[in-house]
């Protein structure tokens, strides 16, 4: 694996130092597992964004409302 090197606050070092309690092997497999998860949600978050998107779109063009009427008779 690569390594990484970054600045942690005292209180997030006090935390991952807490790893075992959290059922992780080590505080890089916390730190991975923290990661993916923020990936996860924000990959989530533009999905949503994109639909609400589209969905203002779709609900302001009447045409686009027809063609989709049309197509599902």
């Known amino acids: 694996m690569i390594q990484a090197k970054f600045s942690l606050e005292s209180t997030q070092i006090e935390f991952l130092n807490e790893f075992k309690n959290y059922g992780f092997k080590d505080k890089s497999e916390m730190v991975r597992a923290a990661i993916l998860k923020l990936k996860q949600e924000l ?3 533009t999905l949503i964004d994109s639909a609400e ?4 779109l ?3 063009d009447e045409e686009l409302q027809e063609l989709t009427g049309s197509a599902i008779e």
């Open 43 to 45: 990959e989530l978050k």
């Open 53 to 56: 998107i589209y969905t203002e």
């Open 58 to 60: 779709y609900s302001n």
